[in-house]
């Protein structure tokens, strides 16, 4: 993997002066339950809005003992705008039931056993066990997936085919931090359309693919 050293390097560099998704913050209180549900409240919502309902919402309740006894409609008001809050009042309530039948209250640390959770997909899967247990795996969400792409590492279609593309080919001393650095490089820098290229410290190792117009 050419030139994965230098720009590891620089993005690590780059992004201390953005804000790093909310989360990566939550993830430091080292509570995988908090990450696990945290990440659920991200899919599909603006980082703002995740870190305001999930602020709300473990206010109320932290583990998945004090959270199964709140009513739906008290986790629906509490997260409201994230995306699809009813949907996901409705599957938090289901896996902090199964979290309590199956797991003794504990949130598992192996992917297998976490896509066994309703709603529960490889990238969150992923982040909970890299965020929350400290422990080997690549989440791959929109941002990874494209960045990976874009700069000619890999050649993919969707993020699971990119997971396991960079499960091959990327230095495992990188796998944990590697989707902090370019979520946090493609919310500010690397952006889906019109990248901004001419801020881009990584421009030079760059192949830009799919790229039709940049800043």
């Not at 790093?20 to 209180?29: D, G, N």
């Not at 960045?147 to 279609?157: C, D, E, Q, V």
């Not at 650095?181 to 901004?196: M, R």
């Amino acid at each position: 993997m050419e030139n994965i050293d230098i720009i590891i390097a620089i993005l690590k560099q780059e992004t201390k002066r953005f804000v790093e998704p909310i989360v990566t913050k939550i993830s430091k209180t080292r509570n995988p339950f908090q990450v696990l549900i945290s990440c659920l409240l991200s899919l599909r919502t603006k980082d703002k809005v995740t870190a305001e309902a999930s602020l709300r919402l473990f206010q109320l309740a932290d583990t998945p003992q004090m959270m199964s006894k709140l009513n739906v409609a008290v986790i629906e008001k509490s997260i409201f705008p994230v995306g699809f809050y009813k949907t996901k009042a409705k599957r938090i309530t289901e896996i902090c039931r199964t979290l309590l039948d199956n797991y003794e209250g504990n949130v598992p640390d192996e992917i297998e056993e976490l896509l066994k959770l309703k709603g529960v997909g490889r990238k969150t899967a992923n982040l909970v066990v890299t965020l929350g247990y400290g422990k080997l795996g690549i989440c791959v969400d929109t941002h990874v997936h494209r960045i990976s792409n874009r700069l000619g590492l890999i050649k993919t279609k969707t993020p699971e085919q990119t997971e396991f593309a960079l499960r091959k080919i990327l230095p495992q001393k990188y796998w944990i931090i590697y989707n902090d650095l370019l979520v946090t490089y493609g919310q500010n820098i690397c952006k889906p359309i019109s990248p901004k290229c001419s801020e881009c410290k990584i421009f030079e190792y760059c192949k830009r693919v799919g790229v039709r117009k940049f800043r």
